[in-house]
Every structure is written in structure tokens, then in C-alpha cells.
């Protein structure tokens, strides 16, 4: 990698201040930004760097997707059409405890990876088993990972109690102490899946060590209705007297929530992820965007897993997103382009606690940049670059990618071997999988 990069775009977007720049030059020192000036200035001051013209491109903060399930992509397609608990505990569930392994969780995430890369993403918040696998699939391409440690009380092949799952997951925090691309969540899966014992033992550990939280919160009317059943009050209240409720929590989903559930949310600083395609697919609902907006929350954006959505295209999320919230606020005027761009780029660094560091253009942040070309007869003629971001752009886009000042992606290719053996092994599991389909499977096959 060069020690000066200086990148050459039309526009520069900088969705932390709404502005679009024109004309200007992005400097690329080592892992971070180092500094922003126009063009002409930068080609006098930096004429020995490594410069990458950018003529008709927009260049923005990598995307980053809020809440996945990375490894799941070796289960995309393998059961659609399907309501949420039959779709997890008769089809997903029975998969994940044959074929959930290191092997298979490190080539889902590389093959995640290869596709996030390719639609513009540079950090993901995950949420899956072995963590370790997952690590190494990120180190090992360079991406961006907060590996989310995930709890449950019932066994699985991967650990056999909640408190397996914990050991697990703070053994793997220690063991990747210090890589700069990987941190760790704990991620108690959801309330209907763990006890109160356990959700205040993360709490405890989250506090000591300074851990973030990842849960699924309020996806399904079935969950409310569960939880109304087994504690006598609803999700997010059951959490909020247990303490789980700060900055600390990503809260995945939060689709079904009132004014007063918008306010709580609000005043102890959780964020929420916002997953629109694998909320429509699965029929749970539509997330009242714009009013958890109004409320004050911090709202970001995520995929979910390949098995539920079935891409990690956050560039069509974002466009979903963006429509979906005019609809069911009956507003045209609620999410506009720059707020979904937020939404999907600095919103998602603060949600992890990652905005001193990702999320926007700035000299001294990590430079996890991405490059959209809108020279394309789709982005003509081209009005508002961020308009034609949110609502016209598709991931194909999306020509080059820096991580940590890494290009990872250069002119619509991948730089290194990632894409050949992710594609090998999707192949090979494609085949495995297949051939042990039980014959509730098969129905569906």
C-alpha cells in the first residue's frame, strides 16, 4: 500500500454535515483520512502521491450494515416463504445444528464479505457462533467486523448453556485483543430466548468490560404476545427493568413499538437497527422509522442474514428504507436522502461507539471510503448526487472500496483472492447441504 493515496472524485460527500463537495481531493495517509482540499490544491501539495481519478464518481463513508448474520449467507434460499418461528424452528434451526461448524461459519462470512465489499460496505455488526471463525474470516480479507457473540439458553452443537456461550465468547474477546478491524458484542439472541439471569449477567459483563450489546427486540406481534404471557408486560419493559436499556444496545428490529416504548428508548440513548427487506419477507411488520426519528433515537440500518433477506445489499436497503418511511408515515417529506444516508453511514458508527473513528469523512478517522460511479444512464442526468445515491443507485455501482486505507475493491474487482475461494465454497457446501436435507427439508426443496 502507498503511503499517500489522494483520491480524485466529482463529488465528495460528507453526510455527517450534509454537504456534497465538488472538485475536491481526498488525501489517504497509511490507514486515515489525512486530509480533504480542493483539487487543484491537492494536486500541487500531493504530486508525488498515488492518485486515483475519480471523474464521474461519488465518494462517501463505507456503509455500514447494523445488524447481520454473516455466515448465513450458505442459507440463502434454502427455506422462503415462511413465517418467522416456523421458518427458524422447523427449517433454520435443524440446518444450523448439522452444519454450523468453524468451517462452515468461516466460509459464510467470507462469502458475506465478498458480497459486502462488492455493494460498498466496510463494517458490519454481526451476530452468529463461532466468533473465532468469524474473526479470522475478517482479519483474513481485511474487513471490518464487530463479531456479536451470540446467547441462548438451549444447547446447540457450538455450546451447551448459556454460560458456555458466554465463557465462548470472552475467551474469543481475549484471544483477538488488539487486532484493529475486529471487536466483540455480547448478543443475548432475543427475550424469548433468554432468562433474566442471563440478560443480567451480560449486563454486569458489559459494563466491566466496556462490551456493546446485541439483541434482537420487538420483530413479531408473536414475541409481545409471548412475552405478555410468560412476564406480564411487554419486551422492552422486561429488558428496561433489568437494566439491558443504554448507548451500549443495539436493538435489532423494533418494529412493533409505541410513543411511550419510543420515548424510553430515546431517553436511555439505545439505537436501533433498522432491517426493512428482512422485516417485509418475513411479514413482521413496518418499523415506524421516522417517529423513532422524531422521538430522538438513533436510528441505523442493517440486511439481517442472507437466509432472511436474501442479499446484503444495503444500497437497496437504503432505497427501501427511505420509501418505506414516507408510506407509513404518510408523509413524503419523512426520511429524506441525506437522513437515509445517515442512517446507513454515521448513525451506524455511533451506534457502536465507533464514530471517532468510522462513519463519515473526516481528516484523522480511519479511511473506510467507498467510490459510486454515476455516469451510468440510471444516475442521468445526475440533479443531487445524494438523491441519486439513495434513490436511483444500485450496488453495481459501487466501482472501488478502501478499508483502514486498504483498496480492497479497485474498478469493480476485488484485490485479492477472496471472491475465487468464497465462490469455491459456497459450491462445495451448496452440495453437502443438499445431500443431508431431512425430509422436512425436502418439502420445500
Not at 499517500?4 to 454535515?17: C, G, M, T
Not at 498515488?50 to 449467507?73: Q, W, Y
Request: proline share 4%; aromatic share 6%; with cysteine.
Amino acid at each position: 500500500m502507498p503511503r499517500l493515496q489522494a483520491l480524485y472524485p466529482r463529488w465528495l460527500i460528507q453526510p455527517h454535515s450534509r454537504t456534497a463537495l465538488e472538485q475536491h481531493a481526498l488525501i489517504i495517509r497509511e490507514n486515515r483520512i489525512h486530509d480533504i482540499l480542493p483539487a487543484a490544491a491537492a494536486r500541487v501539495q500531493y504530486q508525488d502521491a498515488d492518485a486515483v481519478s475519480l471523474p464521474e464518481h461519488a465518494l462517501l463513508p463505507g456503509l455500514i450494515n447494523l445488524h447481520c448474520h454473516a455466515a448465513m449467507t450458505l442459507l440463502r434460499g434454502y427455506a422462503d416463504d415462511l413465517v418467522l418461528m416456523d421458518w427458524l424452528q422447523q427449517h433454520i434451526w435443524p440446518a444450523e445444528a448439522r452444519h454450523v461448524s468453524d468451517e462452515f461459519v468461516f466460509d459464510g462470512t467470507q462469502l458475506a464479505i465478498t458480497e459486502l465489499i462488492a455493494g460498498g460496505v466496510t463494517c458490519t455488526n454481526d451476530m452468529y457462533f463461532h466468533h473465532d471463525a468469524v474473526a479470522r474470516a475478517a482479519i483474513d480479507a481485511h474487513y471490518r467486523m464487530v463479531v456479536g457473540c451470540s446467547i441462548l439458553e438451549f444447547p446447540t452443537p457450538y455450546a451447551s448453556d448459556a454460560d458456555a456461550y458466554i465463557s465462548k465468547a470472552l475467551t474469543c474477546r481475549d484471544q483477538f485483543a488488539g487486532e484493529q478491524l475486529v471487536s466483540f458484542t455480547l448478543a443475548p439472541h432475543a427475550p424469548y430466548t433468554v432468562s433474566d439471569a442471563t440478560f443480567r449477567r451480560v449486563i454486569t459483563l458489559a459494563d466491566e468490560l466496556g462490551m456493546g450489546i446485541h439483541c434482537h427486540i420487538h420483530e413479531t406481534q408473536d414475541e409481545i404476545a409471548g412475552s405478555l404471557n410468560e412476564h406480564g408486560v411487554r419486551p422492552l419493559e422486561r429488558l428496561a427493568r433489568l437494566g439491558l436499556l443504554g448507548s451500549q444496545l443495539v436493538a435489532a428490529h423494533m418494529v412493533h413499538v409505541t410513543d411511550a416504548e419510543m420515548d424510553l428508548l430515546a431517553r436511555h440513548g439505545v439505537s436501533v437497527a433498522h432491517n426493512p427487506a428482512s422485516n417485509l419477507k418475513l411479514a413482521s411488520g413496518f418499523a415506524p422509522v421516522a417517529a423513532l426519528q422524531r422521538h430522538g433515537v438513533n436510528v441505523g440500518l442493517g440486511t439481517d442474514g442472507a437466509a432472511s433477506n436474501n442479499k446484503l445489499d444495503l444500497f437497496a436497503d437504503l432505497r427501501l428504507a427511505a420509501l418505506l418511511a414516507k408510506a407509513t408515515d404518510h408523509n413524503p417529506t419523512a426520511l429524506p436522502a441525506w437522513d437515509a444516508l445517515q442512517m446507513a453511514t454515521n448513525n451506524g458508527a455511533a451506534a457502536l461507539g465507533l464514530q471517532d473513528q468510522i462513519g463519515s469523512l473526516l481528516p484523522g478517522l480511519q479511511a473506510d471510503v467507498i467510490a459510486v460511479s454515476l455516469a451510468a444512464s440510471g444516475a442521468q442526468p445526475c440533479y443531487d448526487p445524494v438523491s441519486q445515491l439513495v434513490y436511483a443507485t444500485d450496488r453495481s455501482q459501487v466501482s472501488d472500496v478502501w478499508i483502514a486505507g486498504r483498496r480492497v475493491f479497485a474498478e469493480h474487482q476485488h484485490t485479492g483472492p477472496i471472491a475465487t475461494r468464497a465462490l469455491a465454497a459456497a459450491q462445495r457446501w451448496q452440495a453437502r447441504i443438499i445431500a443431508n436435507r431431512d425430509a422436512a427439508d425436502r418439502t420445500i426443496a
